[in-house]
């Protein structure tokens, strides 16, 4: 299994441009997220989706669209790239439901900065 | 909402001696589940110890103990026989039981093992 796949690893973009981080997981997890940190601070939650076809905002999801027509790959789109979007996105997948714990298995991260 | 507040931005070990690093969380659920993460100069968010709200056995997982004290709503980590390998950003992390598979995390703090 190569787990939570992330691509790119490393990106810049110039403000207004817009781009797709792409974010595979073959673990069959229905629960995927999107998060972004930023210096100093923990994990923010952007977009999440637990299904196919089923997506919902996080904490902070202005700037970003998401979409989930597959079980295996949930991507996240900049529409119109901002320097407050320069940040570190990870991808996150898990078994959905709440009667256990479900561990959340993390990407490697992709960095992007926007000038 | 839920919070989750580390007060140690950063902290320093002798190398094979103990390190308690500190979490807060406030929240007004009773089910619910708690974490520490953490994440090396690589980038990798790694699990490193959960603890179920419902259990009063404080989780153990080798070197790391948790002290998970639910009245007062703190969860702190317990790093023994310090490793170089353990230094690293720790991330306190807080999943309700009624908000699917979503993680609230605390700013970080970040560890040095000195040798």
């Given at each position: 299994n190569a787990g939570v796949t992330q691509t790119p690893k490393f990106q810049v973009l110039k403000t207004g441009q817009s781009m797709t981080l792409q974010c595979a997981q073959d673990m069959n997890h229905e629960y995927m997220s999107w998060y972004r940190q930023d210096p100093g601070m923990g994990l923010r939650l952007i977009h999440y989706s637990v299904g196919a076809g089923i997506t919902d905002q996080g904490e902070v999801p202005n700037g970003y669209n998401v979409s989930r027509s597959t079980t295996e790959d949930f991507p996240l789109r900049l529409l119109s790239a901002a320097p407050s979007q320069t940040s570190v996105y990870f991808c996150a997948s898990s078994f959905a439901g709440t009667a256990s714990i479900n561990e959340q298995f993390f990407g490697p991260g992709t960095r992007l900065t926007v000038l | 909402a839920?919070?989750?507040?580390?007060?140690?931005?950063?902290?320093?070990?002798?190398?094979?001696?103990?390190?308690?690093?500190?979490?807060?969380?406030?929240?007004?659920?009773?089910?619910?589940?708690?974490?520490?993460?953490?994440?090396?100069?690589s980038r990798q968010m790694i699990l490193v110890i959960r603890q179920e709200a419902y259990k009063q056995q404080n989780a153990t997982e080798n070197r790391f103990s948790v002290n998970f004290q639910k009245a007062a709503k703190s969860f702190s980590l317990k790093i023994s026989d310090s490793q170089l390998g353990d230094t690293a950003m720790y991330f306190c992390a807080f999943m309700s039981n009624n908000a699917g598979n979503m993680l609230t995390f605390g700013g970080g703090t970040r560890l040095m093992v000195k040798p």
């Open positions: - | 839920q919070t989750v507040t580390q007060s140690q931005p950063e902290m320093s070990v002798q190398e094979a001696e103990t390190v308690t690093l500190s979490c807060t969380y406030d929240t007004s659920e009773n089910n619910y589940y708690l974490f520490w993460y953490k994440q090396p100069p």
